[in-house]
Each structure stands twice: as C-alpha cells, then as structure tokens.
C-alpha cells in the first residue's frame, strides 16, 4: 500500500509541474480577451468624452469671442475676495482678452512671432513653488520649481507723460498663475500652421508667408482670447509676492482655450483647446 501511495503522490506531483490543463489555459485566454476588450471599450469612452470636452470649450470660446464676454474688474475683485466661491465657480469658463505684440518677419524661418502681452514667463519659479508643487518631492528630498505663466487680471496703473497708462509706482497687481502650456503642449490646435514657442521672447508663431500675415499685423489687430478655469480654494490656491516693489495677488488657473482673433473682422485665425477634464 505504501508503494501505491508513494506512485500517486509521485504522479500527482508531476501532473502538478506538468503546467496547467487546457481548460485552465482556455479560461485564462478568456479572461485575457475580456480584459483587452474591456480596456478598449473604456479607452473608445475615453475618447469620446475627450472629444465632447474639446467640442463644449470650442463652442463656448467662440460664443464668448462672439458676444465679447470678459471677465470684469467686479469679478476680479470677487476673485480675490475673502469667500470667491460665493459668486463664481472653479467649473466655470472665463474669458480675457489680450493684445499680440508682432515682431519683426522671420525670413529665414519664414514665420510671424508675436509676444502675449500681459503675460509674464517665469521659468523654474520658485516662487510659484506652493501653488504647483512637485510630487517627486513627496517621495525624495528636493523640489524642483515649475515653469508657470502668469496673467495680467487687474493692475493699478496711471497715466505717463505720453498719455498712456502704465503700472503704477508700487502698485498692486492681480493676476491667474497657469503652468507653462507653452513647453507641456496641453493645448491643442487644429491648424498646424499656428504653434506655441517655447523660449522666452515670443510666444505664439504662424508659420505663413509675409503678405498674408502683413494686412493683421500692420495695425496690430490680432488679439488673443484665453479661457481661464479658476481654482477658488483660499487655502491652497492663492498667493502672495512681490514683483518689482508690486505686491502681487495671483489664483491658481489652468488655460482651457486661446483663440486668435481679428479685432476689426471677427475672423478667427487659430484654436487652441485643452481637452483634458
């Protein structure tokens, strides 16, 4: 008896090193083909919510161009008030509009370059360092500052001896502190022709021949349109600093949308949307 036990222990031990069955290997497949198919249903899902989230911020971004809806000095003010949530809210779109500074034409790139105006570029800034953070140093000594933009909202200014306004003598600044879209290419355009620079001079190209791009640039007529989704948060999304003896109030933002538009025709010439949630 013992030598019968010690042959199907023997047997059982090899039919066990032997792999598994075919009906294991047939149910193994199948759970495998389920997985993949229900990884590229909710990859389809993904898809289409992405491009319902790009087609919602188009629509609006283009109501808002067409109907000149800014965000006012009243709202500004609301912003930074002790409870902003109580008349805005961070799901909601806001729109500012901004004038494009045109450089000179690239010949040899054969490209139009315009600067943003009212917005500054801070790369590696330490000082934004509170407002986006860097998770790696959650996990290992360090922080490494983030490349932020920051938008003019509100500024107090005065009249310089050739009539134009200009900030004030330490005058106060509000502005919408975004990360850099320019180098993480989160917004998207549909027209190659228009693109982000990465450096610190220009902002936004078009790559077009110098009569076409002339008759927008000649009067300065191109204007940009942003879309701001604001965080409203007091306790983690606002800052205090100093710029240049200006103290500056700055809120969290993320740019949904940009638009490039001709203040005299209406014509837009290039989207950008963000398509992310």
């Known amino acids: 008896m013992s030598r019968i036990a010690l042959m199907m222990s023997v047997i ?11 009906e294991e290997l047939r149910r193994m497949q199948l759970l495998e083909a389920q997985r993949a198919e229900e990884a590229a249903r909710q990859a389809q899902l993904e898809a289409e919510r992405r491009q319902q989230r790009y087609e919602n911020r188009q629509a609006s971004a283009r109501n808002a161009s067409k109907n000149n809806t800014q965000l006012s000095d009243q ?10 949530e109580q008349s805005l809210s961070s799901d909601k779109i806001y729109y500012l509009t901004y004038d494009l500074q ?13 600067t943003l105006v009212g917005m500054r570029n801070l790369p590696n800034s330490a000082v934004y360092s509170p407002l986006f953070p860097d998770e790696s140093a959650l996990y290992q000594p360090g922080q490494k500052a983030k490349s932020v933009l ?6 107090e200014t005065e009249r310089n001896r050739l009539g134009k306004y200009v900030l004030k003598n330490k005058g106060q600044r ?20 228009w693109f982000w620079e990465k450096g610190l001079f220009d902002d936004i190209s078009w790559k077009v021949a110098p009569e076409v791009s002339y008759p927008h640039t000649a009067n300065r007529d191109l204007k940009i349109q942003l879309g701001f989704r604001l965080c409203l948060m007091k306790d983690r999304c606002y800052l ?6 200006h103290p500056t109030h700055a809120v969290r933002a993320e740019v949904l949308s940009a638009l490039v538009i001709n203040q005299k025709s209406g014509e837009i010439l290039a989207e950008f949307i963000n398509d992310d949630q």
């Open 150 to 155: 920051e938008f003019a909202l509100k500024e």
């Open 240 to 245: 205090d600093s100093t710029y240049r003896q």
């Open 75 to 84: 709202q500004v003010e609301q912003v930074f008030s002790a409870t902003p």
């Open 102 to 114: 045109p450089a000179k034409y690239n010949y040899n790139s054969s490209k139009q370059s315009f």
């Open 174 to 193: 509000w502005v919408a502190a975004s990360l850099n879209f320019k180098n993480n290419q989160q917004l998207v355009s549909e027209n190659p022709q």
């Open 12 to 22: 059982a031990l090899l039919s066990a090193c032997s792999g598994p069955s075919s």
